[in-house]
């Protein structure tokens, strides 16, 4: 179900099968709001559990989220906090737990130009059987964009993420075009001749070594909210 106000949005959904060869329980909560023209926010909770006499998998995230522009500046701040939980019995018993921060701004000193900064930091606990691992992961990254009409822009991203507990360095880099569809939705092509895979760090940036599509938004002061919501999931 669903509640919305002029202020904020709320909603909150459940669901519980009892099928032949196993159960499942799925929770899913959201809030939304935009309470003045400069801040948006937002949070979001997920619970899935399944099982049956001899297994069990059960997966929780939690997400909070703010999109942030003070008037008459020309930078939009992002940050998503989360935490994920995800724990597997039967055969094999796994645990993994993951806390999350991804920090990005977005500077627009022009109207056909961008600059994007990102840092993000995350701890990551792993348990299989006996087997333990945990540690930092960090990233820095930059992304520039020019456009060279109202519908076509370009870019070029940079990034590196570090390991702590191995001490490994990882590089990315690549350029891309993108196409305005609608409003703030672009599509982008483009090709990263190094990269590193960790869908954690996704905010905007497509970071895969190779070519890709990618659909990603451009932000304004008119979308906080929407900005803030499409975040937190």
């Not at 792993?126 to 945990?134: A, G, P, T, V, Y």
């Amino acid at each position: 179900g669903a509640y919305r106000t002029d202020l904020f949005s709320v909603m909150l959904n459940g669901e519980y099968r009892d099928g032949t060869f196993d159960t499942k329980r799925n929770v899913s909560f959201g809030a939304y709001t935009q309470p003045n023209d400069d801040l948006g926010l937002a949070a979001n909770t997920l619970y899935h559990h399944q099982y049956d006499d001899l297994n069990s998998s059960k997966n929780m995230e939690a997400r909070v989220a703010l999109a942030y522009r003070p008037q008459q500046t020309d930078l939009i701040v992002l940050e998503k906090l989360e935490y994920i939980h995800k724990e597997e019995r039967g055969a094999t018993e796994g645990k993994t737990q993951k806390l999350i921060n991804n920090l990005q701004a977005n500077y627009t000193p022009h109207d056909t130009f961008e600059l994007s900064l990102q840092y993000g930091v995350k701890y990551v606990f792993d348990k299989i059987d006996d087997h333990e691992h945990k540690g930092w992961i960090h990233l820095s990254g930059i992304d520039a964009r020019y456009d060279i009409t109202k519908k076509i822009d370009i870019g070029l991203q940079s990034s590196a993420m570090f390991a702590e507990s191995v001490g490994n360095l990882d590089y990315g880099a690549g350029v891309y075009v993108g196409y305005n569809l609608v409003d703030t939705m672009w599509l982008s092509l483009g090709y990263n001749w190094m990269g590193f895979d960790d869908s954690d760090f996704d905010l905007q940036t497509y970071r895969t070594q190779g070519p890709y599509v990618k659909f990603r938004m451009r932000f304004d002061q008119k979308t906080l909210g929407e900005t803030a919501k499409a975040l937190s999931w």
